[in-house]
């Protein structure tokens, strides 16, 4: 159970996110869109792409002044850390990124046979950085335990920011996922602090979710890596051991099975899924 007090705090930084995320967000839209910083969307439309650039400065904002006031303790440094490292690569990808690769076989194939690094493949390369960085610090165990903890951390964090990348397809459909995925963890997990980092993403994601479903402004990678590596930093702080090695299992099926196969055909396919995939979503954007 979370405590009254958590709850407080939880439910807080939703709505403060919220709302910082509401007044940055047409700024920020106006400001991508006049640097001319657009790019087509799955309907060939011209819209502002890295508006997910908005998740980590509400986030730093709010959880600036809970550290300010004491709510919230120096392990918020690790967390600023790791969505404000993530932001910055995605952003780098969404910038100079091109689509001559795709898959994380296809980044590395470039990178090991062609000798030629794609953005894909640095995101990938630096995302396992920060992953490992962020898994030190989470720490957990002694001796050889130790290190077992550190692999297993760092999967779950670099998995879980590639997860999010690949929904990020269609509108909301990144946004929904992290939702489903961020309900599991908060069920199974050790309640703690890392709500309330939850928390404030997730207010920001509210505010700007009608955007995304509406497909006027793309989160691009800028913003699916904060998405994905709060999950990851969620679930490798607060699950259980036994939770994190079934959560892990979870995601290394799901990077097989997209290789091998589109998740966007397989959801247009099922009827549900689909339903699932357009709820929200305008006629327009279909």
Known sequence: MVDSWLAVNV????????????????QITLMLS?????????????????????????????LTIGKLIDLVSTK??????AIGAMSLVGLIDDVFGSRHASGLKGHFRKLLIDRELTTGALKALMGGIIALMVSVEIGGGTGLNKWFFILVNTLIVALSTNTVNLLDLRPG???????????????????GEELVYAAAVT?????????????????????????????GYFAASALTVPAKIGFLAVLVGFHIFTEKYSLTRIIEENRFLTYLDMLGRSKGSE
Do not use: Q
């Not at 910083?37 to 980590?56: D, Q, S, T, W």
């Open 173 to 191: 459909r990144a946004a929904k996922g992290f939702t489903v995925f961020l309900l599991v963890i908060a069920v199974f997990s050790a309640k």
């Open 11 to 26: 439910l807080v930084a939703a709505f403060l996110s919220y709302l910082v995320t509401r007044i940055l967000l047409p």
């Open 203 to 231: 207010g920001s994601l509210l505010a700007y979710l009608p955007y995304d479903l509406k497909a006027r402004a793309m989160m691009g990678d800028t913003g699916s890596n904060v998405l994905g590596i709060t999950l």
């Open 34 to 62: 006049g640097a001319g910083f657009v790019r087509p969307n799955f309907r060939k439309e011209e819209i502002p792409l890295g508006a997910g650039l908005v998740f980590f400065l509400s986030v730093l904002v709010i």
């Open 76 to 81: 918020v440094f690790v967390f600023l850390f």
